[in-house]
Structures are given as C-alpha cells and as structure tokens.
C-alpha cells in the first residue's frame, strides 16, 4: 500500500508539475508586475474582407455571426460594441490576443486588426482560466480540467504526503513540529490580516 501511495504520489507530482509552475511564475507577476515580463504589442495592419452576413437587430447574436464567418475564438465583451446605423464596431477578445472589427453592414465589408497579448498574460490568464473559450480548440479548453484536477491533486498530495512521513519513524518527530510549525504561522498569519483589516 505504502510503495503504490508513493508512485501515485511521484508521478501525479511529475503530471501536474507544469501546472504548479505556471501557478507560481503567474502568481508573482500578479502581485509584483516584473517589468521584464511586460510587452507592448503593436496592432496588426487593417485587413478588408468581403463578408456576406445576414443583419440582425441584436448586436450580440451579430458579433458572433461575424466571428464565427471570420473563424476566430474568443468573446465578443457587450462594453466593446457600438453600432450606428449601418456601422457596427466590436472586439472578440481570448487569452491570446485580441481583435478590433469594423463592419460596415450595407457593403458586407469588414475590417480586422489584431494584437497579441504576449507572454505575460498569456501566463497570466492561465491562473483565472476555468470556461470554455467560444471556438477555442480541444486543447485550449481543456485547460480548465487540467487545472481543476490539479488542485484536488493538490490535496490528494497533502494527505498522501503526511502519511507517507509519518510511516519514517526516525523524521516522524521533525516533521510533525515543522509541519505544526508552519501551520500554526499561516494560521496567525491569517488571523492577523482579518483583524488589521
């Protein structure tokens, strides 16, 4: 029992590693904004397309038509939607980049430009992710079950680890007072915060 704890405990450690990683190195640019980490993207050239699409007085169900007629992933936010008369500007927005289109619905013409998000937030938007991307690939958005497995490996890793310790009679005493130890400091430390407010 102990040996087939100990390889579950190994290898799901080595499957999840990546995730742990990307946890880490996201979690402190979201608190420190490590300035080597920021990229200012440039948009793209204008493209001009001839785009036939059926008009349609809902401007959300019309900025999927458009996206989906263009191929793209990603959102259509409402807050980047304006339309007056026959001109209709949105964005179509993923973790990756992002999208300005301008149609203009009596010419079925539609101009794109594009910029992406660079590495930073790419990294960054891996920590939030956890919905399906509208068009994204299987891979994309299988993410969100990768990470939630992850974190119920996470405790599963806890349990598996602290058992596995204690079964080493001669690391049994040091573990329990460091692992008490630092217990007992996130605790405070957290009941420090919630009194200062």
């Known amino acids: 029992m102990k040996n087939l704890l100990l390889k579950i405990h190994l290898y799901s450690g080595l499957f999840f590693f990546p995730l742990l990683v990307i946890f880490g190195l996201s979690s402190l ?41 263009l191929g793209l992933m990603g959102w259509c ?21 992002e999208y300005k289109i301008n149609a203009d619905l009596s010419k079925d013409l539609v101009t794109l430009k594009k910029r992406g998000k660079g590495f930073a937030n790419v990294l960054q938007s891996l920590h939030f992710l956890g919905e399906e991307i509208p068009r994204g690939p299987l891979a994309v958005n299988s993410w969100r079950f990768y990470q939630t497995l992850g974190v119920v490996y996470l405790l599963l890793a806890s349990a598996t680890g602290i058992f596995l310790f204690s079964r080493k009679k001669k690391e049994r005493k040091t573990g329990l007072i460091i692992g008490c130890g630092f217990f007992t400091a996130s605790v405070l430390l957290m009941l420090y915060i919630w009194q200062v407010g």
Do not use: C, M
Request: hydrophobic share 30%; aromatic share 12%; charged share 25%.
């Open 77 to 97: 936010p409402w807050w980047k939607q304006n339309r007056e008369g026959d001109k209709y500007r949105f964005g179509v927005v993923h973790n990756g980049a």
């Open 29 to 69: 640019h979201i608190n420190h904004h490590f300035q080597l980490f920021e990229e200012n993207q440039e948009w793209s050239e204008e493209q001009v397309l001839n785009l036939h699409f059926k008009d349609t007085s809902d401007n959300q169900v019309l900025a999927e038509t458009i996206r989906d007629s």
